[in-house]
């Protein structure tokens, strides 16, 4: 799973759990249930589908909804989310967004171009507090490399400000991530990790534009997600405000396995409200 924290202010901004958290193949992960029922007979099922079955139905692309009993005894899905070969619908190919502080792209991180950066990142003890990477650039590494071989759903990349690299941001399938076992996730949440890498983009509401900006792009260019999501560390009230900042909302307090978290929510309904 992602790292622990968001701090857009105070250099991180951090959404989910631990790297090495993150499920492999084989393992469990506990989804809220769905229901499946209204079938056309009298008689229905009443089913709890369990976690690893949904995830299954979300790679699919087949929503767990209602389901009708053909002739042969087979089920047939009422209704298909749109089909994709990749989680987060290419984040290589948003492009760059216009914000308030300049043109900002998001750059999916090449380890062999982007480590010793994104190491000296790490090993900024306002960063390191909240991330725990800070180390040899070994350790930076094997966190990247984990998101690179875990099938595209989370894509670390580079936050591009007028063309000069300043932050690390890591967009995730919230709803595929272990982070799912701790809230009621919803088909297609997108969750963010973010770190200011330069102090001198931190503390002047760079991060909450940023972020404003990430939002827009995830909702135009992700149709199926109707919701992003944030669980920065409950001390971390930099990182809390920069996400009120962007307009996420604070929805409950959340016991992850690394820390007590503020779970945030920005909804697609509120998305011209906010």
């Known amino acids: 799973m992602p790292p622990t924290d968001a701090n857009a202010n105070a250099g991180t901004a951090r959404v989910g759990i631990r790297a090495d958290a993150r499920p492999r193949t084989g393992e469990n992960n506990t989804h809220p249930g769905a229901r499946v029922g209204s079938l056309d007979t009298h008689d229905t099922l009443d089913l709890r589908l369990s976690g690893e079955l949904l995830v299954l139905f979300q790679e699919a692309g087949v929503s767990a909804g209602t389901a009708r009993l053909g002739s042969e005894g087979t089920t047939t899905p009422a209704s298909f989310l749109p089909a ?100 009621h996730a919803r088909p297609h949440d997108t969750g963010i990790h973010l770190l200011i890498g330069g102090v001198a983009d931190r503390g002047r509401g760079v991060g909450s534009a940023l972020l404003k900006a990430v939002v827009d792009l995830v909702f135009a260019k992700r149709c199926a997600c109707a919701r992003l999501v944030a669980e920065p560390d409950l001390r971390n009230i930099p990182s809390i405000a920069a996400f009120l900042g962007a307009g996420f909302l604070f929805s409950a307090e959340v016991d992850l396995p690394a820390k007590r978290a503020a779970l945030m929510v920005r909804d697609r309904s509120l998305r011209h409200l906010l």
């Open 84 to 183: 994709t070969d990749d989680p987060l619908d290419r984040v290589a190919d948003w492009g760059p967004i216009a914000t308030p502080v300049g043109a900002f792209q998001l750059v999916p991180v090449h380890p062999e171009r982007d480590l010793p950066l994104v190491s000296r990142w790490m090993n900024d003890p306002a960063v390191a507090e909240f991330w725990a990477l800070a180390g040899p650039q070994t350790v930076t590494d094997e966190h990247l490399r984990a998101q690179l071989a875990d099938d595209g759903r989370s894509v670390p990349c580079l936050g591009v400000l007028e063309g000069i690299p300043m932050s690390y941001w890591e967009i995730y399938r919230a709803d595929l991530d272990p982070l799912a076992r701790y809230y």
